[in-house]
């Protein structure tokens, strides 16, 4: 059963979901993995489009039920450092960002979800879990070990997100 780490801080705008991993590699090498559309396809989905802030690409998520497309903007790409997306859709928008940091022997991963609609902050129990498994689906990718399996995310950890949302 997968443990969960996310913090959930308060800002000016709302809140933030933040889940943080350590892996054992060069920050380019896990930048890559982070970037590169032919090895996000292992943890997350393809993506195509033109790379650099102010673009926009088509996502696609591979291990959502359907394998949907969804069009997402690059706000920021400073590699191999800072990565910020968003995607709007009915709902409002999702911002995302993914800052590494190299820390000597390991590079440590930092996910940040702004949440910053009511929609999203009542969405914390369901995408804590989420972004839990898609940051363990990211290092499974990176070490080449097992993929995890959803069901130990959500909605196991559940109610860890609700308590820390109230």
């Known amino acids: 059963m997968a443990i969960p780490t996310g913090e959930i801080v308060v800002t000016p705008e709302g809140r933030d979901l933040v889940i943080t991993r350590a892996l054992g590699l060069p920050i380019e090498e896990v930048w890559a993995r982070l970037t590169d559309p032919h090895l996000t396809v292992g943890w997350y989905g393809t993506w195509e489009g033109q790379a650099g ?9 591979r291990f959502e039920e359907g394998q949907p497309w969804t069009d997402m903007r690059i706000d920021d790409c400073m590699p191999p450092l800072h990565l910020g997306i968003s995607s709007a859709d009915q709902i409002g928008l999702w911002r995302l960002e993914v800052s590494l940091l190299d820390v000597g022997a390991a590079t440590e991963l930092r996910l940040v979800h702004h949440l910053t609609s009511e929609y999203q902050l009542a969405e914390i129990p369901q995408v804590g879990p989420g972004w839990e498994y898609y940051a363990d689906m990211f290092v499974a990718a990176c070490t080449h ?7 130990d995310y959500y909605p196991a950890m559940s109610g860890y997100y609700e308590q820390r949302a109230s």
């Not at 070990?145 to 069901?151: G, I, S, V, W």
Request: hydrophobic share 50%; proline share 6%.
């Open 53 to 61: 802030a102010g673009n926009l690409i088509r996502v696609q998520m």
């Open 145 to 151: 070990t097992e993929l995890p399996d959803f069901a």
